[in-house]
């Protein structure tokens, strides 16, 4: 199974600071068809999770476009460009392109 | 508005079954392809299964291969997950999400907890 690993697994950030967070695959994530099925969400706390990010870098309908994503092969970044106070919560990646879909750990984003 | 609204959870003993339903709204369901995916206590995302539009094609994690079904009812707009020989590992909140393909969920339910313990 492709393993995904984020880093890091714990980020704090002041409102509006700017942060990254990395997701790392074990094998490519280029699909024969030439799409790259890698994908960010947002679990808030208590909250189910909600679709960020699709195929590296396109921003689901109604996501601020302070949320980037970027990356090719195997290594991926979120960017939150200027942190709000709703961004606290889990982000994970999910890959699509090899079976089983796989999700990465996590990366917890406390506010300070 | 979409909306996806799972129910069935509960306490089951190991080796039981249990069959959760999801109840789907605000969308063409007979459209889109639905998954289950499940987070354990304090743990991360899980993906448990995927059906096609028409219910002719799952998917599963060899985790759950020969354990789970998963099924729908378009006409009712209902997606389902029969459970069956639990272990206490399959103990989770069990989500209900849209499956735009390829492992984009882009819908989710509240989820509904399921505890295998004796």
């Known amino acids: 199974d492709v393993v995904l690993t984020q880093t890091p697994p714990t980020l704090s950030a002041t409102i509006g600071q700017s942060v990254s967070i990395s997701c790392r695959s074990s094998?490519?994530?280029?699909?024969?068809?030439?799409?790259?099925?890698l994908h960010w969400l947002l679990q808030r706390p208590g909250q189910s999770p909600q679709l960020l990010i699709y195929l590296v870098s396109r921003l689901e309908s109604g996501v601020p476009n302070r949320f980037s994503g970027s990356g090719s092969g195997t290594d991926f970044t979120l960017k939150i460009s200027g942190v709000e106070a709703e961004d606290l919560g889990v982000y994970y990646c999910?890959?699509?392109?090899?079976?089983?879909?796989?999700f990465g750990s996590g990366t917890k984003l406390e506010i300070k | 508005e979409v909306q996806l609204v799972e129910s069935g959870g509960g306490l089951v003993q190991p080796g039981r079954s249990l069959k959760l339903s999801c109840a789907a709204s605000g969308f063409t369901f007979s459209n889109y392809y639905m998954a289950w995916v499940r987070q354990a206590p304090k743990k991360g995302l899980e993906w448990v299964a995927t059906i096609s539009t028409s219910g002719s094609r799952t998917y599963y994690p060899d985790s759950v291969k020969g354990r789970f079904t998963i099924s729908r009812d378009n006409a009712k707009s209902s997606l389902y997950l029969q459970m069956n020989s639990l272990k206490s590992e399959d103990t989770a909140t069990y989500y209900c999400?849209?499956?735009?393909?390829?492992?984009?969920?882009?819908?989710w339910g509240q989820g509904v907890m399921v505890t295998v313990s004796s």
């Open positions: 094998q490519s994530l280029l699909h024969s068809n030439g799409n790259t099925y």
């Open positions: 999400a849209r499956h735009r393909p390829m492992g984009i969920f882009d819908y």
């Open positions: 999910v890959q699509g392109t090899h079976a089983p879909l796989t």
